[in-house]
Structure formats: structure tokens, C-alpha cells
């Protein structure tokens, strides 16, 4: 049993570049989510899925798109990388959204020069 | 505005000593209140929840307590060990309209138990 697991660990951007965030649970979580954590602030709802095929906007959506067409899956787009995307990245799973336990991934660091 | 505060910023211990972490929040209507602990380049990890009706709340040497009346909630750590260092997150849920609505993440207290 994994839990959640992201890729890659580490990764840096060259501004305007594009990439996708991978994340996957096998505890069969019907919710899932994407957060950033910065220095000094507490982490941000990017996009959550309360299911396949169901996604929705968090607090700071802007820049980013996901899809859900599994379970299992939840991958994040950075669609053209800004400087202001440095951050590293959480993705979470549970079965009832943020309002119970949520299990975390070990997240990624991402970097863009 | 729904705000989650930690104090202190950051704290450094002696191992073996006991620790006081601190929450202030202003979000409601309130539901319930989680304490995550998180090591150096990996997620948080839940420690304990408290609802509105719990006072005091253990899970092995750490105690969390909650006064809702007063919106604060503090984190104790006893006999702290090496292992303890970690970035300690105050989550705060009020009642939303959705799944992930009004979950507000504090800052986190940075603590670092030394030898």
C-alpha cells in the first residue's frame, strides 16, 4: 500500500515552459486535491475532484488545470510556468474532502528560473 | 476573514523537554480543528482532531487541547525526542458548502529538538 505518490521529486521550469505534476492513490479515495506551500504561508487549494471526471477551482487556480479520469489519478498542468509557480507541491486524497483526515503526498519541489 | 494563526514561528528545545504550540483562529461557523505534523521534505501527516464538543484530545506523548469560546488551541508536546523536529500545521474547518470549503491551513510552527 503506497498511499499517494507524486513525480517527480524535484523539477525546474524555464519561464513559459509546460508540464504536468503526476499524482496517484491506491486507497481508492473518491477526493482528491492539489495544494502549494510557500515560505511563511499556509498551504493553498490549487483544484480538488470529488471524483472521476468532476474537478473544480480552490483558492488559487489560476495557471494551472487538472483533469480526473480515474480514480486513481490526478495529474496537475502547468500550462506556461511563471516564476511566481515556485513553490512545491502537495497533492492529498480522502475519502470525504479537506474536512476529514487528508493523506498527503511527499510532494514537489518546483523551481522556475 | 477566516485566518488561522501559529505561534511561536519557530522554537528550539532542548530533547527531552516539554513544548507548548499555539493556534488562534477566527473561522466560522466552526467544525472541527486538526493538528498535522510535517518532516523536512515530506507531507503532513494527521496528529489528532478535535470537534467543538472536545476539550482535550491525546495521541501518544502529544496533547492537544481546544477552548472554542476563546477560538485557541494549543499543541503539547511531552518529553520531546529528536525525532519530534518538524514543521507543526494548525487546520482549521468551518461549516461550507462544499467538501473543501473554508479549510484554512495555518503557517505552521517550525520545531527543532536538539541533543
Known amino acids: 500500500n503506497a498511499g499517494v505518490t507524486q513525480t517527480p521529486k524535484f523539477q525546474v521550469l524555464k519561464t513559459g515552459q509546460s508540464m504536468t505534476l503526476q499524482c496517484a492513490q491506491d486507497m481508492n479515495h473518491e477526493y482528491m486535491s492539489w495544494y502549494r506551500q510557500d515560505p511563511g504561508m499556509g498551504l493553498r487549494l490549487i483544484h480538488y475532484s470529488v471524483g472521476a471526471g468532476i474537478t473544480d477551482q480552490g483558492e488559487v487556480p489560476n495557471g494551472y488545470n487538472v483533469s480526473r479520469s480515474t480514480t486513481e489519478d490526478f495529474p496537475l498542468r502547468l500550462l506556461s510556468a511563471a516564476p511566481s509557480q515556485t513553490s512545491v507541491y502537495f497533492c492529498?486524497?480522502?475519502?470525504?474532502?479537506?474536512?476529514?483526515?487528508?493523506?498527503f503526498g511527499p510532494g514537489t519541489r518546483l523551481t522556475v528560473t | 476573514k477566516n485566518q488561522v494563526e501559529q505561534s511561536p514561528q519557530s522554537l528550539i528545545i532542548l530533547e527531552g523537554k516539554n513544548c507548548t504550540l499555539q493556534?488562534?483562529?477566527?473561522?466560522?461557523?466552526?467544525?472541527?480543528l486538526r493538528w498535522y505534523k510535517q518532516d523536512t521534505g515530506r507531507g503532513p501527516v494527521s496528529l489528532t482532531i478535535m470537534t467543538f464538543s472536545e476539550n482535550t484530545k491525546s495521541n501518544g506523548r502529544y496533547t492537544a487541547t481546544l477552548d472554542a469560546d476563546t477560538k485557541q488551541s494549543s499543541l503539547h508536546i511531552t518529553a520531546s525526542q529528536l525525532s519530534d523536529s518538524a514543521s507543526y500545521i494548525c487546520?482549521?474547518?468551518?461549516?461550507?458548502?462544499?467538501?473543501?470549503?473554508?479549510?484554512?491551513f495555518g503557517p505552521g510552527t517550525s520545531l527543532s529538538v536538539i541533543p
Open positions: 492529498a486524497s480522502s475519502y470525504r474532502g479537506a474536512q476529514v483526515e487528508q493523506y
Open positions: 487546520v482549521v474547518s468551518a461549516i461550507g458548502k462544499t467538501s473543501y470549503d473554508k479549510v484554512i
Open positions: 493556534c488562534n483562529y477566527t473561522v466560522s461557523p466552526f467544525s472541527n
